[in-house]
Structure formats: C-alpha cells, structure tokens
C-alpha cells in the first residue's frame, strides 16, 4: 500500500504545473482522493477532491478556477493541473486516499511559485 506524489518544482507566477498521485496496493476506483497542501506557517488546507466511486469534485474557494482535478482508473492515478499559479500557492501538496474510515497519504511534493 503506498502513495506517491510527483511533479512539483519551481514555477513563475502564472506558470502551470501538474501533480500526480498515484497509488499502488488499492482497489483505487474505491476511494476519495483528496489534494492538501500546507504553506509556510500555515495549516494544512484541502484543495480539491474527487470521489471515485461517483466522480464527485470539489474545490477550496482558493482554487476554484485554477486547478482542476482528474482521474485515471486504469492508472490508478489522480491529476492536479494548477494554472496562473500564484505566490501563495507556495506549499508542500499532499495526496489522501479515503475509505470507509481509513486514510493512506503521501510524502508530499513541494511546489514554489516565486519569480
């Protein structure tokens, strides 16, 4: 059972990047799949989610817009496409998996928006 997040980095302000989570060990078409992040000195806050078993998506306010959230059954894996990103974007991002009460995450990728 793991998860595993890629694709941070560096980016310019308005630049895009795109995070992958993909799990291994799952039924994955299972389970909600949530993005967190956590900035500098902040809470961790949810970004986006999808319910796999029904394709439900949810937005945070502050990504409603920018981000959008997709899946892959066959690859067991869940996309966060970030455009016009911003500086207060800034924050290590976080994939959970949920089900039925039980939660697998992540070891985080960071993403840095600064010119």
């Known amino acids: 059972v793991q998860v595993v997040e890629s694709g941070g980095g560096l980016v310019q302000p308005g630049g895009s990047l795109r995070l992958s989570c993909v799990a291994s060990g799952f039924t994955f078409r299972r389970y909600v799949v949530t993005w967190y992040r956590q900035g500098p000195e902040k809470a961790r806050e949810l970004v986006a989610d999808?319910?796999?078993?029904?394709?439900?998506?949810n937005y945070a306010n502050s990504a409603k817009g920018r981000f959008t959230i997709s899946g892959d059954n066959a690859k067991k894996t869940v996309y966060l496409q970030m455009d016009s990103l911003k500086s207060e974007d800034t924050a290590v991002y976080y994939c959970?998996?949920?089900?039925?009460?039980?939660?697998?995450w992540g070891q985080g990728t960071q993403v840095t928006v600064s010119s």
């Open positions: 959970r998996l949920l089900r039925a009460g039980y939660e697998y």
């Open positions: 999808l319910s796999l078993p029904d394709g439900t998506i």
